[in-house]
């Protein structure tokens, strides 16, 4: 049963949402009961492949049982079943919010949100490069929808600018993809890593043009600089729910820069072994920069946590960048921290505005709030995590990581993420103080906004609960990190494994 488990946490969500299709016109009632079942299962077969992959088996699923070279190969290591946990996770967290009453506003709701699942588990589950821009692509199209549910006006606009910005890094993506075909002859990326250490002096400049486009392709996805400015308005725009869902789609391209540039282009590459980690140093740095006073100069609730999440990913990249085990290792701690901490952010923010009157989830004093104590909690918990307070795991993912800084980076990786982890605190303090302490008391004679839905209060507090059990369990979290960053960075066992697992052959029945 375990050798099936890489394709099922694609093939359940993809057949949960077919179902939905089917039996939408029933009531929501129903689609919320198929989710639960469906988000239910994807827990149970993620903990199975994290606690498969915690014996160091990496494990090759050859769907329809073609060669790799041919059809499609799915890979369950240590790190793509911790981001497949991780989007499990945060993927009932985000269904709960969303059955809290928005759901009923927005047709097809389920089945894209199913669908994208679906393309974030395959798309860090898949073994080769075109599949993961067919992954990428279902992830796409099902957020499109997922954007627009419900909306009009700047939500469709902003929806516009997301699917144009898309498409172009699609095209780049598909050129890049021609690219390296024609000049390794296959694009499974275990058999792309032996290809490269072995191709001519001729071919190394397209090789290496055909990964610069693939980096920037990534890097658009991860919202690095100059590619972030799509990001900030969609995340604004988009339903609360799905922005907290949204919080781990730059963590695909993070995932993918990741992925690629350790396995195809890492230590064994010959004149390519990474040549992209001095570009992503400085431009990650930058980017985090950047975003940090993007957050100090927003102007609403939802712009901040928008901002926020640019600067996660940037600060995940900087530790990546520095491609150490002990960076890489801190840097996937980072990341389940960081995406659970900014998706909470985002309902907490929803909480809040609804709480606010007609002013919703602009900063500004004039606003009044009602119900402010439990919100309060809530924000200040997600404001201590986000911003790397102890004792809560942001605090325990940027100390290893500064930790891990060799010598040659220290002053400029310790400035940037020292400087930028105080402004990020300013700019809570500025938050708090404009929404929690000087707000004005509710208006005398005014209808009282109905209170917050326990449901969705629920919701934000289970993604804050699961950065609380991060840092409780810490040791084991590093421990487990740590064993993914070595399998990443010296992937000889992933590429033996490729190899080893061989279609197999059945004789037809009399």
């Given at each position: 049963m375990t050798d099936h488990l890489p394709v099922l946490p694609i093939l359940l969500p993809m057949l949960t949402a077919a179902v939905m299709l089917l039996v939408e016109r029933r009531g929501v009632a129903l689609q919320r009961a198929l989710a639960a079942v469906s988000m239910a299962g994807m827990l149970g077969i993620a903990a199975a492949l994290v606690s498969l992959a915690d014996t160091d088996a990496i494990t090759f699923y050859l769907v329809g049982d073609w060669p790799a070279r041919l059809g499609i190969a799915l890979v369950a290591d240590r790190t793509s079943a911790l981001l497949v946990l991780t989007t499990t996770l945060l993927g009932g967290a985000c269904l709960l919010h969303a059955a809290s009453g928005w759901d009923r506003q927005a047709l097809h709701f389920h089945a894209l949100f199913q669908l994208q699942l679906a393309g974030l588990n395959g798309a860090f589950l898949t073994g080769d490069l075109f599949n993961l821009f067919v992954f990428f692509e279902v992830m796409l199209i099902a957020s499109y929808g997922l954007l627009l549910s419900g909306g009009r006006g700047p939500r469709l606009s902003a929806g516009l600018h997301y699917v144009v910005f898309n498409i172009t890094a699609s095209t780049l993506f598909l050129i890049a993809l021609g690219l390296l075909y024609g000049t390794l002859g296959t694009l499974n990326m275990a058999e792309m890593a032996l290809r490269v250490s072995q191709a001519n002096a001729a071919d190394l400049p397209l090789i290496r043009a055909a990964s610069g486009i693939l980096l920037v392709v990534f890097c658009s996805k991860a919202a690095l600089v100059p590619v972030y400015l799509w990001l900030p308005d969609t995340y604004t725009r988009a339903p609360a729910a799905v922005a907290a869902l949204f919080a781990v789609m730059t963590k695909v391209g993070v995932y993918a820069v990741l992925r690629v540039f350790t396995l195809v282009f890492g230590d064994d590459a010959g004149a390519l072994a990474g040549w992209a980690w001095e570009w992503l140093w400085p431009a990650a740095l930058a980017t985090l920069g950047l975003a940090t006073l993007g957050a100090l100069a927003a102007s609403s609730l939802r712009m901040l946590a928008a901002y926020l999440v640019i600067a996660s990913a940037a600060t995940l990249l900087t530790a990546f960048s520095l491609a150490t085990p002990d960076a890489v290792a801190a840097g996937l701690f980072y990341l389940v921290h960081s995406t659970f901490a900014a998706a909470a952010l985002f309902l907490v923010f929803d909480l809040v505005s609804q709480q606010r009157g007609e002013i919703g989830d602009l900063l500004d004093v004039s606003g009044a709030l009602h119900r402010r104590a439990r919100l309060g909690l809530l924000f200040a918990i997600g404001a201590m995590s986000v911003s790397g307070l102890p004792p809560l795991s942001g605090f325990l993912g940027k100390v290893l990581a500064l930790s891990a800084v060799p010598p040659?980076?220290?002053?400029?990786?310790?400035?940037?993420?020292?400087?930028?982890?105080?402004?990020?605190?300013?700019?809570?303090?500025?938050?708090?103080?404009?929404?929690?302490?000087?707000?004005?008391?509710?208006?005398?004679?005014?209808?009282?906004?109905?209170?917050?839905?326990?449901?969705?209060?629920?919701?934000?507090?289970?993604?804050?609960?699961?950065?609380?059990?991060?840092?409780?369990?810490?040791?084991?979290?590093?421990?487990?990190?740590?064993?993914?960053?070595?399998?990443?960075?010296?992937?000889?066992?992933?590429?033996?494994?490729?190899?080893?697992?061989?279609?197999?052959?059945?004789?037809?029945?009399?």
């Open positions: 040659g980076a220290v002053a400029w990786t310790w400035s940037v993420v020292l400087v930028t982890s105080l402004l990020t605190i300013v700019a809570f303090a500025r938050t708090s103080t404009q929404v929690f302490w000087n707000a004005p008391d509710w208006p005398t004679g005014t209808p009282l906004p109905p209170a917050p839905s326990p449901v969705a209060m629920a919701a934000a507090a289970l993604l804050l609960a699961y950065g609380v059990a991060l840092s409780v369990f810490g040791d084991p979290a590093m421990r487990y990190t740590r064993a993914a960053a070595l399998q990443l960075l010296h992937p000889s066992a992933y590429i033996e494994a490729a190899h080893a697992t061989l279609p197999r052959l059945r004789e037809p029945s009399p």
